[in-house]
């Protein structure tokens, strides 16, 4: 899996020796970044110092944020490194004092169209690695400015909101010891990336501190946790609260494995997936407490396939909604939150909403084995394809839900259309459109 890996090491070890003589360490401070002060003014000089020392950085530098406070202005695009280490000693907050919070996302830099750039943005970076030399080093997103206002936040400001931390067509990179905190949008978007390891990392975006996804937190749309695609990615031993995916897989993503993880939000996700090839995706040793959905698989659209899956060794308490969800995407790309897009998030509560299977959308070689649910508040699960292209070999292996929910599915337990299933070992309820063997 890690082939590639050696081979971009090697050739940035090689370009590495050749600019030893001229590697330096860049403190931010020293550089003229002013620590412990969130005045408007401050917040954009500190925001240009990170833009022109991360712009300046060469083979074999360490670029370092000290162990304090450093409120910045996001827009930060640096693109092109190469074989350097960004050391996150302190925190990163990207705020201003409180008489300048709609000002900062006022003044937030736009491109031509009006589309924010995200707080920090790397673009085909190469042998990078983040890290911190203390327990963790801290990006502060303060994204409670941008959710808004409870239940009408989402309508006022929508999805133009910044991104925490993107990586972008990346290679070879190492990120560890890092808190994500209150993304205003996705948290970590590492996108068309060739060999990312993530590991001892958290990630937590929530209104309040309490041990649930309330009806406030989950006004907090969009924060999703770890998203990725790409292929040869391994994150493992991280944490994430959040109110939207907490683990999950983008279109075009192959040779995958979460493991050794907690979560809870809406999912350990695959999705939402349209017209490409996701394959040979594994998340295992995972515990998820009060999380909303548990395993998520979701098409969007076009004639995509996912394959090759497996969900294992994985303990799912007290989820909220559906514990397994394979099938079409459950959300809404628009003002209208009951719109389908294409299953409606009102189904099945409203009697107008729907949630179709997708045409051309594929799911085959799908396996859970040794998942536990205790005590889901609904029916364990969802799994709907359109008949065009049914599910093939979907495999529930000692899939055991305790104290099962009965609203809305009764004794059926599953609303399953178009699956080709199988029930083996201690799994029980089977989903009806399940086979057992003998």
Request: charged content about 20%; hydrophobic content about 40%; glycine content about 10%.
């Amino acid at each position: 899996m890690w082939g590639v890996r050696g081979a971009i090491a090697a050739a940035a070890a090689a370009a590495l020796l050749c600019d030893v003589t001229t590697a330096a360490v860049i403190n931010i401070e020293t550089a003229g970044a002013k620590a412990g002060d969130d005045s408007w003014d401050t917040v954009w000089k500190n925001g240009g110092i990170l833009n022109q020392t991360l712009g300046q950085l060469k083979p074999g530098d360490i670029w370092v944020v000290p162990n304090k406070t450093f409120y910045v202005m996001g827009g930060i695009v640096v693109s092109d490194l190469q074989s350097v280490t960004l050391q996150l000693d302190g925190t990163l907050a990207f705020a201003s004092d409180d008489l300048h919070i709609e000002k900062y996302m006022n003044d937030f830099p736009r491109d031509s169209s009006g589309n924010v750039f995200e707080c920090l943005h790397f673009i085909n970076g190469v042998n990078l690695t983040f890290t911190s030399s203390m327990e963790v080093g801290t990006l502060a997103g303060h994204g409670g400015k941008w959710w808004g206002f409870p239940g009408i936040g989402y309508l006022t400001r929508g999805e133009n909101r910044p991104r925490l931390l993107r990586l972008e067509h990346c290679t070879d990179i190492l990120v560890e010891k890092f808190a994500l905190l209150q993304s205003p949008y996705w948290t970590f978007y590492a996108n068309s990336v060739e060999g990312l390891e993530v590991r001892h990392s958290v990630i937590d975006a929530r209104r309040f501190d309490d041990d649930g996804h309330t009806i406030i937190d989950e006004t907090a749309f969009n924060t999703d946790g770890f998203d990725v695609s790409g292929n040869n990615v391994w994150i493992h031993d991280c944490v994430v609260w959040n109110q939207d995916d907490s683990f999950c897989v983008k279109d075009g993503s192959t040779n995958m494995v979460f493991e050794r993880i907690n979560a809870s939000g809406v999912g350990l996700t695959i999705g939402s997936i349209g017209g490409s090839v996701v394959k040979n995706i594994t998340f295992r040793d995972a515990y998820m407490k009060n999380s909303v959905k548990g395993i998520y698989m979701k098409f969007r659209g076009g004639n995509g396939t996912v394959s090759d899956i497996l969900y294992e060794n994985i303990r799912i308490d007290n989820p909220t909604q559906w514990a397994i969800w394979i099938g079409p995407a459950q959300q809404s790309d628009s003002k209208d939150l009951c719109a389908a897009h294409p299953c409606s998030i009102c189904w099945p509560t409203l009697p107008d909403a729907v949630c179709p299977g997708v045409p051309g959308a594929l799911y085959a070689n799908i396996t859970l084995r040794n998942i536990t649910v205790n005590s889901p508040k609904q029916s364990p699960g969802v799994l709907i394809a359109d008949k065009s292209t049914p599910m093939q070999n979907v495999l529930f292996d000692n899939v055991k839900i305790n104290n099962p929910g009965k609203n809305p599915w009764g004794k059926d337990f599953y609303k399953c259309q178009n699956v080709q299933g199988l029930a083996t070992g201690t799994t029980d309820p089977v989903p009806p459109c399940f086979k057992t063997l003998p």
